[in-house]
């Protein structure tokens, strides 16, 4: 629950970060020519700004899952609400073998694709074998997230989102099949938009 809460809580704070806004204070002296009068203004000027550099694609990887998977993935954006993306993974554990590959949908409700606020579902499917056995197991997940990509530079992506995915397993040993179930999913993306 407190890591629910957490997220939340770094999710507004994200969505409020979301724009930037600049105050300035100006004062104003002028003299009237004719009169010699000398006119003082006061003003406040606050302006927003947005990124609204255009991007089509995107490359990531996720840092987080190096614990036990190289990965790679591409986004494109299909429209200024959609993007859709795929990637590989290999296992980084020793003694592990296999491949995998993932696919995603995001839609972003605000219309800035490939930045602020999406949802994204997602599905994956990894087969993994042994160096000690010639048995092999398959995990089929699929699930759903909420995250926030923004750009601290022009190209430099970086990318938070939590979510949950189902797993189903299955392969030479019926045990696995034991463990299907639901999972949470942490992502910290970082990569390269053009």
Known sequence: MKTLLLALLIGAAMLTSGFAQERTDERKWTIDPETGDTIYTEAVIITESEDITPRSSM?????????????????????????????????????LNGFGVNAEVRFYPRGNNLRGFYFAPNISYNNLSSDDSDESISITSFGGLIGWQWFPGEQFAIGLGIGVDYYFFSGDDDDFSKVNGTAPLLRFDIGYAW
């Open 59 to 95: 490359i990531v990887i996720n840092p987080l899952k190096f614990l036990l998977f190289y990965n790679i993935s591409y986004f494109y954006k299909l429209n200024d609400a959609t993007a859709i993306g795929g990637g590989i993974q290999m296992p980084t554990i020793s003694g």
